[in-house]
């Protein structure tokens, strides 16, 4: 019997057997422990596999990485059906993303805005997989393409759909990337009013959306390379629209203000798989202070982690009876000592301090801060004080007003021509130690930001590191070689290999010939 209910049907409705196979029920009570009040299983139906059903029922879902709402636009489905696909074969691997799907210019409507000619698909594309989505769209019937004007979608109205259900995944722990994908031509598309556009932006940027159209006839006037700001400030310049109209400028103009991505069938789905946040990548949002008056809006990302090394251990001998620990004096190790005796604490500065609780020291009562402790000359912190096995970068943040750039952009320079750095401390999450960090500046890059670096403090600081400059070195390239390693960049305008994307922003080509593979063996579909 339930320790809370009686056996009471109301409260304990049956429910139909797992297996699948047999018509008996079984009445369940979820609470803290759980009842059986029929329980007859004539089938040979494994208890444990129900009972671990039962427990993954109740556990919570596992944490999700990426999260999505894909539209795919039913006119475009013999171009870009082949893409999405692709994409669906991807993300089936990768069983803690979520992404949903919505069909567009369907003669079916059902969705949260009751938007018409927009279908919700029920399952997931993780639980559909590549031929599951391929019958969806095969399926589906759309609207007809010669009533264009008739059917006519306003783009505001079905991007607003997406970030309405992208909103849910804003408090969820574990969420890496929010991905807004529109899988379209924008054939009959229309473009919305200016005062809504502004509002869509708005809830992009403040939601932490990433926004992707794939499909639109796009051609770069330079490739596309990455960056540890996702190259959008300078993507956003090498666009060139093949067949522009108003709804396709708009996009474009969407894709600058969010720093989102546009691009054709091909392209799009390379940008689609490599443009997103990798754990632990996602921008750091706290605003940089100097001082009591100034704060700065910015964005602070990792472009650098050092990799863990394989290292041999000494494998721990468990058997025997336990080691007892001694306490013996520093200076006589012959001298022994009460563990009543001894006394906790740190060696700081050459000085004993007692730490009678953990929390004494190793946590404190602080919020989220990144302050500038002060400026100093370059030459005062040297490469060897720079002990972080991390490397950031700083930029303004995407809402950074007019001023507030121009001011960053001045801080930038004024410590590059007086050749100096600044050194903040910044609490990552509260309740912890701050860390003391080198803000060093890049003026020369286009937007200019700060490099930072973790660097040493008290006992770690000790002699000043004089350095010699080293001499330039005398080998000479020929020009075979010189011609060889320009050809090997895809950003030197003066090569001759001339590409769209650069390799860094492609899948590796052994994954995309593993997303051939499952395309042609679960739906019969090519290269």
Same mark, same amino acid.
């Given at each position: 019997?339930?320790?809370?209910?009686?056996?009471?049907?109301?409260? %304990?409705?049956?429910?139909?057997? =797992?297996?699948? *196979?047999?018509?008996?029920?079984?009445?369940?009570?979820?609470?803290?422990?759980?009842?059986?009040?029929?329980?007859?299983?004539?089938?040979?139906?494994?208890?444990?596999?129900?009972?671990?059903?039962?427990?993954?029922?109740?556990?919570?879902?596992?944490?999700?990485?990426?999260? #999505?709402? @894909? =539209?795919?636009?039913?006119?475009? !489905?013999?171009?870009?059906?082949?893409?999405?696909? !692709?994409?669906?074969?991807?993300?089936?691997?990768?069983?803690?993303?979520?992404?949903?799907?919505?069909?567009?210019?369907?003669?079916?409507?059902?969705?949260?805005?009751?938007?018409?000619?927009?279908?919700?698909?029920?399952?997931?594309?993780?639980?559909?997989?590549?031929?599951?989505?391929?019958?969806?769209?095969?399926?589906?019937?759309?609207?007809?393409?010669?009533?264009?004007?008739?059917?006519?979608?306003?783009?505001?109205?079905?991007?607003?759909?997406?970030?309405? *259900?992208?909103?849910?995944?804003?408090? @969820?722990? #574990?969420?890496?990337?929010?991905?807004?994908?529109?899988?379209?031509?924008?054939?009959?598309?229309?473009?919305?009013?200016?005062?809504?556009?502004?509002?869509?932006?708005?809830?992009?940027?403040?939601?932490? +959306?990433?926004?992707?159209?794939?499909?639109?006839?796009?051609?770069?006037?330079?490739?596309?390379?990455?960056?540890?700001?996702?190259?959008?400030?300078?993507?956003?310049?090498?666009?060139?629209?093949?067949?522009?109209? /108003?709804?396709?400028?708009?996009?474009?103009?969407? &894709?600058?203000?969010?720093?989102?991505?546009?691009?054709?069938?091909?392209?799009?789905?390379?940008?689609?798989?490599?443009?997103?946040?990798?754990?632990?990548?996602?921008?750091?949002?706290?605003?940089?202070?100097?001082?009591?008056?100034?704060?700065?809006?910015?964005?602070?990302?990792?472009?650098?982690?050092?990799?863990?090394?394989?290292?041999?251990?000494?494998?721990?001998?468990?058997?025997?009876?336990?080691? $007892?620990?001694?306490?013996?004096?520093?200076?006589?190790?012959?001298?022994?000592?009460? &563990?009543?005796?001894?006394?906790?604490?740190?060696?700081? *500065?050459?000085?004993?301090?007692?730490?009678?609780?953990?929390?004494?020291?190793?946590?404190?009562?602080?919020?989220?801060?990144?302050?500038?402790?002060?400026?100093?000359?370059?030459?005062?912190?040297?490469?060897?004080?720079?002990?972080?096995?991390?490397?950031?970068?700083?930029?303004?943040?995407?809402?950074?007003?007019?001023?507030?750039?121009?001011?960053?952009?001045?801080?930038?320079?004024?410590?590059?021509?007086? *050749?100096?750095?600044?050194?903040?401390?910044?609490?990552?999450?509260?309740?912890?130690?701050? !860390?003391?960090?080198?803000? +060093?500046?890049?003026?020369?890059?286009?937007?200019?930001?700060?490099?930072?670096?973790?660097?040493?403090?008290?006992?770690?600081?000790? %002699?000043?590191?004089?350095?010699?400059?080293?001499?330039?070195?005398? /080998?000479?390239?020929?020009?075979?070689?010189?011609?060889?390693?320009?050809?090997?960049?895809?950003?030197?305008?003066?090569?001759?290999?001339?590409?769209?994307?650069?390799?860094?922003?492609?899948?590796?080509?052994?994954?995309?010939?593993?997303?051939?593979?499952?395309? $042609?063996?679960?739906?019969?579909?090519?290269?």
């Amino acid at each position: 019997r339930c320790s809370r209910h009686p056996a009471n049907p109301a409260i %304990h409705p049956p429910f139909v057997c =797992f297996c699948g *196979h047999c018509t008996c029920t079984i009445r369940i009570c979820f609470h803290f422990s759980v009842c059986f009040h029929s329980f007859q299983l004539n089938c040979g139906f494994s208890l444990v596999s129900f009972l671990f059903r039962i427990h993954t029922c109740i556990m919570p879902p596992a944490a999700k990485r990426d999260v #999505g709402v @894909v =539209f795919f636009d039913l006119y475009s !489905k013999e171009n870009l059906l082949g893409s999405l696909l !692709k994409f669906v074969g991807w993300e089936t691997v990768n069983t803690k993303d979520e992404h949903r799907l919505f069909l567009v210019n369907s003669q079916e409507t059902s969705n949260a805005k009751n938007l018409p000619n927009v279908e919700l698909v029920p399952q997931t594309l993780q639980q559909l997989g590549v031929k599951g989505v391929q019958n969806c769209v095969q399926q589906a019937e759309q609207t007809e393409e010669d009533m264009f004007d008739l059917y006519a979608l306003d783009l505001h109205n079905v991007l607003s759909l997406g970030v309405y *259900h992208l909103r849910e995944f804003l408090d @969820v722990p #574990g969420v890496i990337t929010k991905q807004l994908i529109l899988f379209s031509n924008l054939a009959n598309f229309s473009p919305m009013e200016e005062e809504l556009f502004e509002k869509l932006v708005k809830k992009i940027r403040d939601y932490d +959306i990433s926004l992707y159209i794939v499909g639109p006839q796009v051609r770069f006037l330079e490739p596309v390379y990455a960056t540890e700001y996702f190259f959008i400030e300078k993507y956003a310049e090498n666009i060139v629209l093949e067949k522009p109209t /108003a709804g396709l400028e708009q996009a474009k103009k969407l &894709v600058v203000e969010v720093s989102g991505v546009i691009a054709d069938a091909t392209a799009g789905l390379h940008l689609l798989l490599t443009c997103r946040q990798t754990a632990g990548s996602q921008p750091w949002k706290v605003p940089l202070t100097i001082g009591s008056n100034i704060e700065i809006p910015v964005r602070t990302s990792k472009v650098y982690r050092r990799d863990v090394h394989i290292s041999v251990k000494k494998e721990k001998i468990t058997d025997g009876p336990p080691v $007892e620990e001694e306490f013996t004096l520093a200076s006589d190790v012959s001298v022994k000592v009460d &563990v009543q005796e001894t006394v906790r604490g740190l060696s700081i *500065h050459n000085k004993f301090v007692e730490v009678r609780n953990d929390n004494e020291i190793f946590q404190m009562a602080t919020e989220p801060t990144f302050d500038v402790i002060c400026f100093t000359y370059e030459d005062n912190v040297p490469v060897p004080y720079m002990i972080g096995e991390e490397g950031f970068v700083v930029l303004p943040n995407e809402t950074s007003s007019a001023s507030q750039r121009q001011f960053f952009n001045a801080l930038v320079d004024c410590l590059s021509e007086q *050749h100096k750095y600044a050194i903040v401390s910044r609490v990552y999450i509260r309740n912890t130690q701050p !860390k003391f960090f080198v803000l +060093i500046p890049d003026a020369d890059q286009v937007p200019k930001r700060f490099m930072m670096v973790e660097v040493c403090t008290g006992d770690g600081v000790r %002699h000043p590191v004089q350095f010699r400059r080293p001499d330039k070195p005398k /080998a000479e390239v020929d020009k075979e070689m010189r011609d060889f390693l320009k050809d090997m960049d895809a950003t030197n305008p003066e090569g001759t290999k001339k590409v769209a994307l650069e390799p860094t922003m492609m899948m590796a080509w052994r994954d995309e010939k593993v997303l051939d593979l499952i395309l $042609e063996e679960e739906c019969g579909v090519g290269d």
